[in-house]
């Protein structure tokens, strides 16, 4: 097997991070102490969605300032033995072709039954026309084509809130 492409795509991704770190004013701390563990620890590298094209639709809505929120299933953190996101945590979003676009940084997480999503949540995603029916249509058929547990209108969902810190 050929290493280079994911090589080449970890080198990116930790370039992204040095100069987004920087953007960001993140461990501004360091200028006064010296670097710390933290500064050498690349946060997780994800995209939105389940296809290229979601992912590139989803993140131009983050990019746009539209998009400040996003829903998995929970299941899918227990198959994949994933934690959830906490407050305070930065990730670095991917586009359709793996490449680093964006840092943001977790403010709110929850879990809630899919059927008790809220408007505000539904209007924080910013996708179609930001409304609950919208929401819930498109991810009922979302989590029916990709989830790991399927769907069901009691699922457990995760529900977080970011801000886009860079770009």
């Given at each position: 097997?050929?290493?280079?492409?994911?090589?080449?795509?970890?080198?990116?991704?930790?370039?992204?991070?040095?100069?987004?770190?920087?953007?960001?004013?993140?461990?501004?701390?360091?200028?006064?102490?010296?670097?710390?563990?933290?500064?050498?620890?690349?946060?997780?590298?994800?995209?939105?969605?389940?296809?290229?094209?979601?992912?590139?639709?989803?993140?131009?809505?983050?990019?746009?300032?539209?998009?400040?929120?996003?829903?998995?299933?929970?299941?899918?953190?227990?198959?994949?033995?994933?934690?959830?996101?906490?407050?305070?945590?930065?990730?670095?979003?991917?586009d359709g072709a793996g490449h680093?676009?964006?840092?943001?940084?977790?403010?709110?997480?929850?879990?809630?039954?899919?059927?008790?999503?809220?408007?505000?949540?539904?209007?924080?995603?910013?996708?179609?026309?930001?409304?609950?029916?919208?929401?819930?249509?498109?991810?009922?058929?979302?989590?029916?084509?990709?989830?790991?547990?399927?769907?069901?209108?009691?699922?457990?969902?995760?529900?977080?809130?970011?801000?886009?810190?860079?770009?």
């Amino acid at each position: 097997m050929n290493d280079e492409p994911m090589q080449g795509r970890d080198a990116e991704i930790e370039a992204f991070w040095i100069d987004a770190r920087i953007r960001a004013g993140v461990n501004r701390i360091a200028v006064v102490t010296g670097p710390s563990p933290a500064d050498s620890v690349v946060p997780p590298a994800w995209s939105f969605g389940a296809t290229p094209q979601q992912a590139d639709r989803l993140l131009d809505l983050v990019l746009d300032g539209v998009k400040t929120a996003t829903a998995s299933a929970l299941c899918d953190y227990e198959t994949d033995d994933d934690p959830l996101p906490e407050p305070g945590e930065l990730s670095i979003v991917l586009d359709g072709a793996g490449h680093p676009r964006a840092l943001l940084a977790t403010t709110d997480v929850r879990v809630v039954p899919f059927d008790e999503v809220d408007a505000d949540h539904a209007a924080a995603e910013g996708e179609g026309d930001r409304t609950l029916a919208y929401w819930r249509r498109e991810h009922e058929r979302f989590f029916r084509e990709h989830s790991s547990g399927g769907f069901d209108p009691r699922m457990p969902v995760v529900l977080e809130h970011f801000e886009r810190l860079v770009p």
